[in-house]
């Protein structure tokens, strides 16, 4: 019924655009994608199974705009090929609201725009949509705009529940046999991000305050807390000649966990481009995310140290396979990414090469077994993306991917195993990926 009524607003809009001077688009995209998996985010056992599935995103999108306001609803169904019956009576229907918001301008540079919504700024780092992940990230707040000329400014606010409850704002997922499962998401954000440009030269700055719920249990009294973390940074991008430079720099500070922690953590970024030529491309850079060493977890639990990129879209970082920051090395020894790349457009086809060689950003220590610690080899390992696309005409695309990790010692033990695991160092990851973008109707 949902779809039926959906569907039925869209055709009365599309109707209405014959008698006034509004825009409506209306579009899709259907997205299959195989993935053969063989040590994808983790170094596999020696004796594992690889994996092998086919996952789907379909997504209808419809967009109306006028000069006072624009409006946005994305439905989108996630699903892997089989996890739904041949004949389904919709007892596991997936299908859902990607996006659904509303703006309002109150002259040409002034908005407000609320209700579900991808927030991407700048390079994706912080804040991005997650595009590659079959149901990507939306943020459910309200975003203030003034946007004119060379200077764009926008304030973010957020405050999350998980039901419209009578009394209280606790925000904890589940509570099972009296332990409370706090939420991953947010409970409020408030963030400003400002970009110019000076000439050629861009320059953002971004304040994020990410508030999280934790719970201490004092005797039979149960307190929860918003603890903010704060992270402030800028992002310069200049250009010289045929050079292209992007740099950033950022700092996280505040409480993560629990009340007595205490927060500092740094997050540098370098990276260059020049055109080769006509067709190519040629990136070099390096990122540094700060981590905290195993022994200071350990002996200083509060104490943190580790850089967390937040809601940024981290798939397009620190290699294809998703070894960090994908869900995981969170709070960890942190990171060096030193890479290179090579891109090369012919007609409809376009090809990508990188290699990326990993270095522990902290100590990687390991209790000795007469007390003391001793300090591993900080290289965690070299992973090279290979990527090959065909456009053979718009609103069609086909993408392969083929990934290998040679990993370390170093690596392995970070992730869990132990000298007597029978682990290998090497995986492999594998896609093959359709993307159709129909555009059904528009108003132009």
Same mark, same amino acid.
């Given at each position: 019924?949902?779809?039926?009524?959906?569907?039925?607003?869209?055709?009365?809009?599309?109707?209405?655009?014959?008698?006034?001077?509004?825009?409506?688009?209306?579009?899709?995209?259907?997205?299959?994608?195989?993935?053969?998996?063989?040590?994808?985010?983790?170094?596999?056992?020696?004796? =594992?199974?690889?994996? @092998?599935? &086919?996952? !789907?995103?379909?997504?209808?999108?419809? +967009?109306?705009? #006028?000069?006072? $306001? *624009?409006?946005?609803?994305?439905?989108?169904?996630?699903?892997?090929?089989?996890?739904?019956?041949?004949?389904?009576?919709? =007892?596991?229907?997936? @299908?859902? &609201?990607? !996006?659904?918001?509303?703006?309002?301008? +109150?002259?040409? #540079?002034?908005? $407000? *725009?609320?209700?579900?919504?991808?927030?991407?700024?700048?390079?994706?780092?912080?804040?991005?949509?997650?595009?590659?992940?079959?149901?990507?990230?939306?943020?459910?707040?309200?975003?203030?705009?003034?946007?004119?000329?060379?200077?764009?400014?926008? $304030?973010?606010?957020?405050?999350?529940?998980?039901?419209?409850?009578?009394?209280?704002?606790?925000?904890?997922?589940?509570?099972?046999?009296?332990?409370?499962?706090?939420?991953?998401?947010?409970?409020?954000?408030?963030?400003?991000?400002?970009?110019?440009?000076?000439?050629?030269?861009?320059?953002?700055?971004?304040?994020?305050?990410?508030?999280?719920?934790?719970?201490?249990?004092?005797?039979?009294?149960?307190?929860?807390?918003?603890?903010?973390?704060?992270?402030?940074?800028?992002?310069?991008?200049?250009?010289?000649?045929?050079?292209?430079?992007?740099?950033?720099?950022?700092?996280?500070?505040?409480?993560?966990?629990?009340?007595?922690?205490?927060?500092?953590?740094?997050?540098?970024?370098?990276?260059?481009?020049?055109?080769?030529?006509?067709?190519?491309?040629?990136?070099?850079?390096?990122?540094?995310?700060?981590?905290?060493?195993?022994?200071?977890?350990?002996?200083?639990?509060?104490?943190?140290?580790?850089?967390?990129?937040?809601?940024?879209?981290?798939?397009?970082?620190?290699?294809?396979?998703?070894?960090?920051?994908?869900?995981?090395?969170?709070?960890?020894?942190?990171?060096?990414?030193?890479?290179?790349?090579?891109?090369?457009?012919?007609?409809?086809?376009?090809?990508?090469?990188?290699?990326?060689?990993?270095?522990?950003?902290?100590?990687?220590?390991?209790?000795?077994?007469?007390?003391?610690?001793?300090?591993?080899?900080?290289?965690?390992?070299?992973?090279?993306?290979?990527?090959?696309?065909?456009?053979?005409?718009?609103?069609?695309?086909?993408?392969?991917?083929?990934?290998?990790?040679?990993?370390?010692?170093?690596?392995?033990?970070?992730?869990?195993?132990?000298?007597?695991?029978?682990?290998?160092?090497?995986?492999?990851?594998?896609?093959?990926?359709?993307?159709?973008?129909?555009?059904?109707?528009?108003?132009?």
């Amino acid at each position: 019924m949902r779809l039926k009524s959906f569907l039925f607003t869209m055709s009365f809009l599309i109707l209405s655009t014959w008698a006034i001077s509004q825009t409506v688009n209306v579009d899709g995209e259907i997205r299959p994608r195989a993935e053969f998996r063989n040590g994808y985010k983790i170094l596999p056992l020696e004796d =594992a199974n690889s994996a @092998f599935a &086919i996952s !789907q995103r379909t997504r209808f999108n419809a +967009f109306y705009g #006028s000069t006072t $306001f *624009k409006a946005y609803i994305s439905m989108q169904d996630i699903r892997v090929w089989g996890n739904v019956n041949q004949l389904d009576v919709g =007892a596991y229907n997936q @299908f859902g &609201i990607h !996006q659904a918001w509303g703006e309002y301008f +109150f002259n040409e #540079s002034f908005s $407000f *725009k609320v209700g579900r919504q991808e927030l991407v700024y700048d390079d994706s780092r912080i804040f991005g949509n997650v595009g590659w992940a079959q149901q990507a990230r939306a943020h459910d707040l309200g975003l203030l705009k003034y946007e004119k000329d060379n200077l764009k400014l926008h $304030f973010g606010l957020a405050f999350s529940q998980k039901n419209e409850a009578l009394f209280g704002t606790n925000y904890y997922a589940s509570y099972v046999g009296e332990v409370y499962t706090m939420n991953k998401n947010y409970k409020a954000m408030q963030f400003v991000w400002l970009h110019t440009k000076l000439g050629d030269t861009g320059l953002s700055f971004l304040f994020l305050n990410n508030g999280m719920e934790s719970v201490t249990t004092t005797g039979a009294t149960d307190e929860f807390k918003t603890l903010y973390s704060q992270t402030i940074g800028a992002r310069l991008t200049p250009a010289l000649g045929p050079v292209k430079l992007a740099t950033a720099f950022y700092y996280q500070m505040g409480k993560v966990g629990n009340d007595n922690s205490s927060l500092s953590a740094l997050y540098f970024a370098l990276q260059g481009s020049i055109k080769a030529a006509e067709s190519s491309t040629m990136i070099a850079g390096f990122e540094y995310l700060s981590g905290t060493s195993l022994k200071d977890k350990t002996e200083n639990p509060n104490d943190l140290k580790s850089f967390t990129p937040l809601y940024g879209t981290n798939h397009k970082f620190n290699g294809h396979m998703d070894y960090f920051f994908v869900g995981n090395h969170g709070n960890n020894v942190g990171l060096i990414d030193i890479y290179a790349t090579l891109k090369h457009k012919m007609n409809k086809w376009s090809f990508f090469a990188t290699p990326h060689y990993f270095i522990a950003a902290a100590d990687v220590t390991q209790p000795l077994t007469g007390g003391g610690y001793d300090n591993l080899d900080k290289g965690l390992g070299l992973e090279v993306d290979l990527g090959l696309s065909y456009a053979p005409q718009k609103g069609v695309a086909i993408n392969f991917g083929l990934s290998q990790m040679f990993g370390t010692e170093t690596l392995a033990y970070i992730q869990g195993y132990s000298a007597t695991s029978n682990y290998s160092k090497s995986g492999t990851w594998a896609y093959l990926m359709f993307t159709f973008k129909p555009i059904f109707y528009t108003s132009k």
